[in-house]
């Protein structure tokens, strides 16, 4: 299948774009050993590190996250693909301190793989690592078990909110307990309208009637709730967000984070449409949306739809979102 994108050998694909990319922000990232992108000045070996892994083919994410404030380094596998043990415990082994390492993970089945390789690769060389499993994705229903629900958009903020402990200089048992603390409490559906293709092979990954939609796509075009037809901003607006709501246990006075993630091919038009009914139904519920972010953050290529991410804040969860942070794709100052 012939594809309209401006690359060169598909095979250099994530070789490539990590080159492009630590290159546009030289004073923020640099790259190692070909994929593993790290912050351009280390922080201090007195400070928990954090470390991520995940496939490339998702920009910004997740090596847009990778600096002061935020991730320490983030280890990227080839397009849509975990990369492998060996790179990710060469990853560990460069942050390795007597303070220890957070080592947060996507519940993905390729990276739970590659993660728990290295988790015991780092356990036999003494390393001081703890593993956090996202897995908010409410699909498959709130209550289903923690293993069966993927982890979406969720790690980004889930990486601020533990970025912003470790550079207040708490210890690994509290930048766990703080991330794992807003971890049980975010939740995440994803909605597809029309599929991405893959770059290096022109192949869709699912496919969907032009006048169908599914709300509950993964990130990779998982099987979600079931296709139906188009649904207007403002009933798909309601029809996510109040899922969302009940998920978290957020009722009136509590104040939630929202963050509407764009796939790739959504406008932001589009996307404060959307914004705008949530705006109206947290004011009607007397729910506070005291921080959200709407834009592209975590994609699929050219896929068409969003992912809509809600997480019940307490105040010190809210201290750590609104916490310095210079990572290319999330500053705070």
């Known amino acids: 299948m012939t594809m309209k994108k401006?690359?060169?050998?598909?095979?250099?694909?994530?070789?490539?774009?990590?080159?492009?990319?630590?290159?546009?922000?030289?004073?923020?990232?640099?790259?190692?050993?070909?994929?593993?992108v790290l912050r351009a000045e280390p922080k201090d070996n007195s400070k928990v590190a954090l470390v991520t892994l995940g496939g490339a083919g998702h920009e910004p994410a997740?090596?847009?996250?990778?600096?002061?404030?935020?991730?320490?380094?983030?280890?990227v596998g080839d397009i849509f693909a975990a990369p492998?043990?060996?790179?990710?415990?060469?990853?560990?082994?460069?942050?390795?301190?007597d303070v220890g390492v957070l080592f947060v993970v996507l519940n993905h089945a390729g990276d739970i793989l590659s993660a728990k390789a290295a988790m015991q690769m780092a356990e036999k060389e003494g390393l001081n690592v703890r593993m956090l499993i996202t897995h908010e994705d409410i699909a498959p229903g709130a209550d289903?078990?923690?293993?069966?629900?993927?982890?979406?958009?969720?790690?980004l903020p889930l990486y601020k909110v533990a970025g912003a402990a470790a550079e207040a200089g708490k210890t690994l048992d509290e930048v766990y307990d703080i991330a794992n603390r807003f971890n049980e409490n975010m939740a995440t559906l994803a909605v597809?309208?029309?599929?991405?293709?893959?770059?290096?092979s022109g192949q869709e990954i699912f496919t969907l009637a032009d006048d169908e939609m599914e709300i509950g796509m993964g990130q990779h075009g998982e099987a979600g709730?079931?296709?139906?037809?188009?649904?207007?901003?403002?009933?798909?607006?309601?029809?996510?967000?109040?899922?969302?709501?009940?998920?978290?246990?957020?009722?009136?006075?509590?104040?939630i984070l929202v963050i509407l993630n764009g796939a790739g091919a959504t406008t932001q038009m589009e996307l404060f449409i959307v914004f705008r009914k949530l705006k109206q139904l947290?004011?009607?519920?007397?729910?506070?949306?005291?921080?959200?972010?709407?834009?592209?953050?975590?994609?699929?290529?050219?896929?068409?739809?969003?992912?809509?991410?809600?997480?019940?804040?307490?105040?010190?969860?809210?201290?750590?979102l609104k916490a310095p942070s210079k990572a290319p794709y999330w500053v705070v100052t």
């Open 6 to 36: 401006f690359i060169n050998d598909p095979d250099n694909l994530t070789t490539e774009l990590l080159e492009g990319y630590c290159a546009a922000f030289p004073d923020r990232v640099k790259l190692v050993s070909e994929k593993i």
């Open 62 to 75: 997740l090596s847009g996250f990778v600096g002061p404030g935020m991730l320490d380094a983030s280890v």
């Open 84 to 97: 492998g043990p060996p790179k990710v415990i060469e990853a560990l082994r460069l942050h390795h301190r």
């Open 144 to 155: 289903a078990p923690a293993e069966d629900r993927r982890g979406l958009v969720g790690c």
């Open 192 to 200: 597809a309208l029309k599929p991405a293709t893959h770059p290096q």
């Open 225 to 255: 709730t079931g296709h139906s037809k188009m649904l207007s901003a403002d009933e798909t607006a309601e029809k996510m967000f109040t899922q969302l709501l009940a998920a978290v246990n957020a009722g009136s006075d509590d104040q």
């Open 282 to 320: 947290a004011v009607e519920k007397r729910i506070n949306i005291v921080h959200a972010k709407v834009g592209e953050y975590l994609t699929v290529q050219e896929m068409a739809g969003f992912q809509m991410f809600v997480a019940k804040l307490d105040d010190e969860l809210l201290q750590m």
